[in-house]
């Protein structure tokens, strides 16, 4: 076949692929550097000018400025629906003019084969290969679900994306049109290390053993966690989101991958999102395996990693252990994404910690993050039941198997000072102390 011609017949701009899409379409995106700016853009441009209405589109962590979720006056002619919000989507959602899907992240795909079905699925890639195939790049998560769920299958190829060699690739043959929109890649501001991540990521790092495998969220306490890393011998990574601190892992010499028990060799990830370095790195790498959610975050999957390590954020965390990482009361912040999944993955793992990391306190020790009860209306996004590790800078708490009793004591010790003594009144009022 001639792959060069079918690319020519099916090339495209972003205004005439726009011009395709129907009242009432539901249009799938996946993560992050997987979305398509420039369809969005034409397809906002379209809505401004009532020439649609009734159009949904479908993202996860959304990383660009999309219409849809800044511009309220679209409302009702291009929606936007959160799988897990970045920034525009969480305004969006808080504000009433987009809508989300609450889930684990590893039943994201399930839940697309089951119930959902796409008029198109618009997925950023990079350059098509001499075989006909394009790189999804940095991302595979949930986009072979949507691909067998959609008549429709539209790429918009971006030459600053990096070839993920063992991750999603969509052949030719399955594309119904192509854009071209070369564009610089969003980056993800690193968080300046500061005392109080140093030394919650220096607690975290003693616990954790040569020749673990870890998985590490975004910001600054597990950026700190990675630097303590760095003396670690043998690590593995098998993680959703790959990180700047991953690739210093490996260019340090602290993973290597050699111990673990699945994909030896191989860092395992279901989408990057970060610094150019990380981008860099992935490019052409079969060191680096990009593969769908279902699989990366399942537990049963990641738990055959001995001394498997998850180290997660919270917002608050109430005495009973219960941990709240989506919302500040009713008011939406993100999703439950992938904690869930690997704090019971790493529980279940021979060897396997979970930690729950964050600061004790917000807006200059005037709030504190260990409450005796969560904020009403906080959304519980690992429960009681799940949680192993608590770890602020007051120190690290160990609940998983402990009672009630035992739970409040260690919160209570490391939660800030100013709010200890509040702590024990209403423990001891709720009957907690004995």
Known sequence: MDFSAQ???????????????????????????????????????????????????HTLLDVYPFAFYLDESLSGKLNGMSWFSGGGARKAVNAGFADLIPGYYRDMPGHIRRAWDYDAVVLAASPMDK??????????????????????VYIEVNRELPRAVCGTQVHISRVDAIIENDHSLPVLPTAAPDALSTTIGGYIAELIPDGACIQLGIGAIPDAVGAALKTKHDLGIHTEMFTDSMVELIECGAVNNSKKQIHRYQSVTTFAYGSQRIYDYIDDNPGIAILPVDYVNDPAVICRNDNMISINAALEVDLFGQVCAESVGTKHMSGTGGQVDYVRGACQSKGGKSFIAFSSTAKGDTINKIKPVLTPGAIVTTSKNDVD?????????????????????????????????ELRFEAKKRGMLI
């Open 389 to 421: 590790y608590i770890v602020t800078e007051y120190g690290v708490a160990h609940l998983r198997g402990e009672s009630l009793a035992s739970r409040a004591r260690q919160l209570i010790a490391i939660a800030h000072p100013n709010f200890r003594d």
């Open 7 to 57: 690319y020519q017949q099916k090339l495209t701009d972003a205004a005439s692929l726009a011009a395709r899409v129907e009242n009432g379409w539901t249009i799938g995106m996946d993560a992050a550097l997987a979305q398509a700016p420039g369809f969005a853009e034409a397809l906002a441009a379209r809505a401004a000018k009532n020439e649609v209405s009734g159009v949904w589109v």
């Open 131 to 152: 075989h006909g195939y394009f790189s999804l790049s940095c991302t595979s998560s949930y986009s072979e679900a949507m691909l067998d769920k959609t008549g429709r």
